[in-house]
C-alpha cells in the first residue's frame, strides 16, 4: 500500500515560485505513473503534470514553460517547481499514484488508485 504525502504549498506573489514535493511510502512506487493534480474552489481537479515510472513527463497546457514535474525512486519522492506563478494556479495541488500504470499519464482522476490530502497554494497579484 503506497501513502502520499505532500508538503511545500504556501502563499507567493505573482511571478513568484514554489515548490512542492509528494513523499511516498511503499515499496512499489517506482513502477507507479504519478500526477500532480488541482482543484480550485468551484472547478473540477484537473491534471497539471505527470510523469512516467521511466521519467517522461506530461503536461497542461497552462503551465508548459512554467512548472517542471520531476521524482526521485531512489527517495520515493515526486516534485513540482512552479516557476512565474499567476493568480489562476491558486488550487488546492494533489499528488497522485496509478497503481498498475507506468508507462503512460493517466489523465483522468478516476485513474489513479492512491491520493495525499493536498497542499494549498495561493498566488496573490
Known amino acids: 500500500q503506497v501513502q502520499l504525502v505532500e508538503s511545500g504549498g504556501g502563499l507567493v506573489q505573482v511571478g513568484g515560485s514554489l515548490r512542492l514535493s509528494c513523499a511516498a511510502s511503499g515499496r512499489t512506487f517506482s513502477s507507479y505513473a504519478m500526477g500532480w493534480f488541482r482543484q480550485a474552489p468551484g472547478k473540477e481537479r484537473e491534471l497539471v503534470a505527470g510523469?512516467?515510472?521511466?521519467?517522461?513527463?506530461k503536461y497542461a497546457d497552462s503551465v508548459k514553460g512554467r512548472f517542471t514535474i520531476s521524482r526521485d525512486n531512489a527517495k520515493n519522492a515526486i516534485y513540482l517547481q512552479m516557476n512565474s506563478l499567476k493568480p489562476e494556479d491558486t488550487a488546492v495541488y494533489y499528488c497522485?499514484?496509478?497503481?498498475?500504470?507506468?508507462?503512460?499519464?493517466?489523465?483522468?482522476?478516476?485513474?489513479?488508485?492512491?491520493w495525499g490530502q493536498g497542499t494549498q497554494v495561493s498566488v496573490s497579484s
Open positions: 510523469i512516467m515510472s521511466g521519467g517522461t513527463a
Open positions: 497522485a499514484g496509478a497503481r498498475g500504470i507506468g508507462w503512460y499519464v493517466p489523465s483522468q482522476p478516476g485513474d489513479y488508485t492512491h
